[in-house]
Nanobody, 121 residues
Framework: QVQLVESGGGLVQAGGSLRLSCVVS????????MGWYRQAPGKQRELVAR???????NYVDAVKGRFTISRDNAKNTVYLQMSSLKPEDTAVYYC???????????????WGQGTQVTVSS
């Protein structure tokens, strides 16, 4: 079973920084991409940042220039460095992995439990 364990969320003042981490473990053969999503109260879940196995990245416009997604392949870990945080960044942040399990055809999608990020004014 593939598991995603997140950490790094918390309460921070506007303008501050946080670094989220997500460690991937379990019966995964290949990871095609990893990403971070967020969901604020009353809003749908949205993609924040994504990084492919080849290292390509993309970001939602609202976080460009402030957030950086990266990965450590040796540790099976993906990070989200968040700087210049704004109150509108407040949300539950979820780690996502697009990967392949043994004996399973096609891409599987896995989710972390979510970690709360709260940015105060």
């Amino acid at each position: 079973q593939v598991q995603l364990v997140e950490s790094g969320g918390g309460l921070v003042q506007a303008g501050g920084s946080l670094r989220l981490s997500c460690v991937v473990s379990g019966s995964i053969v290949r990871i095609y991409a990893m990403g971070w999503y967020r969901q604020a109260p009353g809003k749908q879940r949205e993609l924040v940042a994504r990084i492919t196995s080849g290292g390509s990245t993309n970001y939602v416009d609202a976080v460009k220039g402030r957030f950086t997604i990266s990965r450590d392949n040796a540790k099976n870990t993906v990070y989200l460095q968040m700087s210049s945080l704004k109150p509108e960044d407040t949300a539950v942040y979820y780690c996502n992995v697009e990967g392949q399990e043994p004996h399973v055809v096609g891409v599987q999608y896995f989710w972390g439990q979510g970690t709360q990020v709260t940015v105060s004014s």
